[in-house]
């Protein structure tokens, strides 16, 4: 069965300060998905990233960047700078090829970055 | 803006009283998903719609239904709520399944408060 471990339950920086999301999953299919999702205090889930199992380059995306291992079934999240617009929950979540029952998400890091 | 609509953002029912809750998308996707989040925890899957086709989780209970009438529109029908079905309810679509590794738009959610 598919699963997302995210370890870090709540992380709290100071503005400026980089942070790193961790992300663990566990798959015994070959072709799957891995997704990061953003749920501001509003409340609505916003899609960061998607990346396929066959792509291990990491992504760099203003301060945001990811950092996909496929030997240590990781996807790890880094914030570059945080700014307290980025407090928030974030997930993330694996989507298996062959799995019809889409994503599965992990229990979510909150992030508080203080001023 | 092409978006996920949700009406209403709150909706306050009394316990056994029938609610719906609904669901718009002028994205044109043939996924619609429903989901439940309670606090502090990941959304989880009820069901989804892809096109008229529907998918109910194992593990959904049955007081929870679903409609789509056409493309656009989704609705989630909960027929006797009891206190522990105060949650966010979350609507989604994507373009196709997730196992094609679409990702997933997410509309604001509509807060259930059952009293």
């Known amino acids: 069965a598919q699963k997302v471990t995210q370890a870090q339950t709540e992380i709290s920086v100071v503005e400026k300060e980089d942070v790193t999301l961790d992300c663990v999953y566990e798959?015994?299919?070959?072709?799957?998905?891995l997704f990061w999702y953003k749920q501001p205090p509003s409340g609505e889930l916003v899609f960061l990233i998607r990346r396929n199992s066959f792509d291990e380059q990491n992504e760099i995306s203003g301060r945001y960047s990811w950092n996909f291992q496929k030997s240590t079934s990781s996807f790890n999240f880094t914030i570059t700078a945080s700014q307290v617009v980025d407090s928030a929950v974030y997930f993330c979540?694996?989507?298996?090829?062959?799995?019809?029952?889409?994503?599965?998400f992990g229990a979510g890091t909150r992030l508080t970055v203080k001023p | 803006d092409a978006m996920v609509i949700q009406n209403p953002r709150y909706q306050v029912t009394q316990f056994g009283k029938p609610v719906t809750l609904s669901c718009s998308q002028t994205l044109n996707h043939n996924v619609m998903y429903w989901y439940q989040q309670k606090s502090s925890q990941a959304p989880k899957l009820l069901f989804h719609y892809y096109d008229k086709d529907f998918n109910n989780e194992a593990d959904t209970p049955d007081n929870f239904q679903s409609r789509r009438p056409n493309t656009s529109f989704c609705f989630l029908d909960i027929r006797s709520p009891g206190l522990g079905d105060a949650a966010m309810y979350l609507c989604a679509t994507s373009q196709e399944r997730g196992r094609r590794g679409y990702e997933q738009y997410f509309g604001p959610g509509t807060r259930l408060t059952v009293t």
């Open positions: 798959t015994r299919d070959t072709t799957y998905y």
């Open positions: 979540a694996l989507g298996e090829l062959y799995n019809n029952n889409d994503m599965r």
